[in-house]
């Protein structure tokens, strides 16, 4: 099967938050380079629909998730994607993923039901990624996860991968590289006391809770008894700079004009849309991989002994 266009599919799903499509863009990307082998897992997946995505799976363009999503809680920095179930994404697929996780894990039982709704997932699992994973030592091939960073204590959570992977088993993992955060401006505005920078931030800060270099990736590795056997950096400046930003700070507005639509001159508002956003996206996108600079994430793949 050719390669997905992974930005026409992300934004597909994120059109009114093009920021966040260039950036699941670039890290599809780099992520889907990598197998997963079963019994596997997706920790912190969330909707599933970033892993239903980079998983080779696709929504026609009927599919607006953005109909159900909220912005009531905009003003508390409540995500705007933690609703429950309206739109059955099941409805909308138009092309299967290629592979499974056998195991999807979230705390937010909301999340895992529309997981649950993509062929994506042999199992859904409800619980918190701090505490022991519901595993047998040994027993899973693959663990991928975009979620470590939300988490206290690395070292602990590390280890905890460590023990429910089998010899030879893989962990895949996206982590924060402490440029992220002298990149995204808007996450220092504490230290440089900027209303500004706070309202652009939007709470963002307070769900990051740790960032690693490569060197203390390899050491966290080290001590949980996995040896790190690839690494690419990834998102650029460029992107990082424009994610921070984004149409986040106006979304409420945004969703509800699109809201107001009949079915009929929305599909037509976010064709339009879409066919607008995509040429200057994809440019971003090529300006994302010539950029010379260090990238603020770190995809490491470590592998147990
Ligand atoms: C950045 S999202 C990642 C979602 C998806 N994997 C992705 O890459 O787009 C973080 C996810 O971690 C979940 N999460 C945060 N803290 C958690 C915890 N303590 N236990 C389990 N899941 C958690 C959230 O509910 C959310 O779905």
């Not at 699941?24 to 629909?49: M, Q």
């Not at 023990?163 to 402490?178: E, F, K, M, S």
């Not at 590795?221 to 690839?230: D, F, P, S």
Request: with cysteine; hydrophobic share 40%; glycine share 6%.
């Amino acid at each position: 099967m050719a390669k997905p266009d992974f930005l026409k599919e992300h934004l597909n799903v994120w059109w009114l938050r093009p920021e966040q499509a260039l950036w699941d863009a670039v890290a599809s990307d780099v992520i889907a380079k990598e197998p997963v082998r079963s019994p596997s897992l997706d920790l912190g997946c969330g909707n599933g629909i970033y892993s239903f995505i980079q998983a080779g799976g696709s929504f026609g363009p009927g599919y607006d998730w953005f109909s159900n999503a909220t912005a009531s809680g905009f003003r508390k920095n409540k995500d705007s994607y933690d609703v429950p179930l309206a739109v059955d994404p099941a409805d909308h697929i138009a092309r299967k993923p290629r592979m499974r996780f056998d195991f999807a894990f979230d705390h937010k039982q909301n999340l895992l039901d529309q997981a649950a709704r993509l062929g994506l997932y042999e199992k859904a699992l409800c619980g918190d990624a701090q505490s022991r994973l519901p595993f047998a030592d040994g027993s899973l091939a693959t663990v991928f996860s975009n979620i470590l960073y939300w988490l206290r204590d690395p070292a602990a959570r590390f280890a905890e991968i460590g023990r429910v992977l089998r010899p030879g088993g893989r962990a895949l993992l996206c982590l924060q590289d402490p440029r992220f955060k002298a990149i995204c401006e808007s996450y220092q505005w504490h230290r440089r006391r900027s209303e500004l920078l706070r309202l652009l931030n939007r709470g963002r800060d307070v769900c990051n809770l740790w960032t690693a270099s490569l060197p203390e990736i390899k050491a966290f590795g080290r001590r949980a008894g996995l040896r790190l056997v690839g690494h690419e950096g990834y998102l650029s400046v460029p992107t990082l700079r424009f994610w921070d930003v984004g149409l986040r700070p106006i979304f409420p507005p945004l969703l509800t004009m699109t809201q107001r639509l009949s079915p009929a001159a929305r599909a037509e508002v976010k064709a339009l849309w879409i066919e607008t956003a995509l040429p200057v996206l994809e440019e971003m996108k090529r300006v994302d991989a010539k950029d010379p600079r260090p990238r603020g994430y770190h995809f490491v793949v470590l592998e147990r002994r």
